[in-house]
């Protein structure tokens, strides 16, 4: 938007819209990132627990990428597309956990939420893996 129309909304007293795909570009962004850096495993000699440990965060890239579509998207077939691999992906990230002998994820709020962090949120991380 235009800086001139941002200051006439603004003296208005009219918030500006907020620019949803710099938002979505920046989170997918990060979200691509963190889930490339998880994927970065040295083996450890286990080959499970070594694929269990590059799929968990390749798993939760998914859940972000998908929570900022949720967050910037208006697409509502692929809004539901979004919130199925929400929870399908932390499904799978639980049953990884659960086949390696450790408990699942805690369980939290819907990230989806008003008042829900914009960023995506850091990867689970075992020091065993």
């Known amino acids: 938007m235009p800086l001139l129309a941002t200051a006439i909304l603004s003296a208005a007293g009219v918030a500006a819209p907020v ?8 989170e997918n962004a990060a979200a691509m990132d ?7 495993v040295q083996p450890s000699g286990d080959v499970d627990r ?9 798993h939760r890239g998914a859940i972000d990428m ?20 929400v929870v399908e992906q ?20 819907a990230p989806t939420q008003v008042g829900a962090a914009a960023a ?6 075992h020091p065993t893996h």
């Open 19 to 26: 620019d949803d795909e710099s938002a979505f570009s920046a």
């Open 34 to 40: 963190a889930m490339m850096a998880g994927m970065a």
């Open 50 to 58: 070594d694929f269990a440990a590059m799929m968990i965060p390749h």
């Open 66 to 85: 998908a929570l900022a579509e949720l967050r910037h998207g208006h697409n509502e077939q692929l809004r539901r597309i979004a919130q199925e691999i």
């Open 90 to 109: 932390q499904q799978e990230i639980d049953a990884m956990h659960l086949a390696l002998g450790e408990p699942p994820s805690a369980p939290a709020p």
């Open 120 to 125: 995506p949120t850091t990867p689970h991380v």
